[in-house]
């Protein structure tokens, strides 16, 4: 079954304060986050299935990478990251979706983990155990294993952070493109996740990458640390 790769770049990321989109910032290495995420994707996949959802300023990222596909998210300054994973899931080709959120710094080691899950066709989010961040998506798992809650919010019994890394299986993807649909504008998409779980019973694994660093940039220090780590 073929993978879609979807790549969320439509927000404003009016938290780390550029004139440009978030996923343009570029690294201490030269490689804007955006090209580095390219990079590695395409040395695992096939270029042609990677599509990015654009919408603040979008022709500077049509430019930056035009050798990939597009999805225009023109609600993109009124709506979340629901909305962006909505349109992906609307548009793109059968078969799974990967998607990650366009400020996403990442290990390329990764990627190896996610393949053998991917090729058996089941959902998950990767999750990183050592850190729970006040700031970060939170997660918890039911009593067979699978997520729970997924929020910012969760509390109580959080085991560790979703880090923007996802995957939805060809079976799961109808279900999850209807409760998107159902999600406020200002929803991250995790919403639609958690009522997938809530109403349809979807089940979606906790994919544990901790060994694999992973920083979302949604701050100046986070920008830091990507370069210190990376």
């Known amino acids: ?3 879609n790769i979807v790549i969320l770049a439509a ?11 978030k996923s343009l910032t570029p690294l201490n290495s030269g490689e804007t986050i955006l090209h580095r995420s390219l990079r590695m994707l395409t040395s695992r996949f096939n ?3 990677i599509h990015l959802v654009v919408g603040f300023k979008k022709e500077m ?11 225009y998210n023109q609600a993109y300054g009124d709506t979340n990251t629901s909305k962006s994973l909505l349109k992906a899931l609307q548009i793109a080709g059968p078969g799974g979706v990967l998607w990650l959120n366009g400020d996403v710094v990442f290990n390329e080691g990764i990627l190896d983990e996610l393949l053998p899950h991917m090729a058996m066709d089941r959902s998950f989010v990767c999750v990183n155990t050592a850190s729970v961040a006040e700031e970060e ?3 918890t ?15 109580d019994g959080a085991l560790g952070e979703a880090v923007g890394i996802n995957f939805i299986s060809s079976g799961d993807r109808a279900l999850l493109t209807k409760r998107l649909e159902e999600c406020e504008e200002q929803d991250y998409f995790e919403r639609g996740i958690e009522l997938a779980i809530e109403k ?5 694994e906790a994919l544990d990458i901790s060994a694999h660093p992973v ?8 920008l830091a640390r990507a370069n210190d780590t990376f």
Request: charged share 25%; proline share 5%.
């Open 1 to 3: 079954m073929a993978n």
């Open 11 to 21: 927000g404003v990321g009016s938290r780390l304060g550029r004139p440009h989109p």
């Open 47 to 49: 270029r042609h299935s």
């Open 61 to 71: 990222i049509m430019e930056a990478v035009p050798d990939v596909g597009f999805m």
């Open 137 to 139: 998506v939170k997660y």
């Open 141 to 155: 798992l039911d009593t067979e294993g699978y997520i729970n809650q997924l929020s910012k919010t969760v509390v």
């Open 200 to 204: 349809d019973g979807l089940r979606i």
């Open 215 to 222: 920083i979302e940039v949604d701050f100046a220090e986070d």
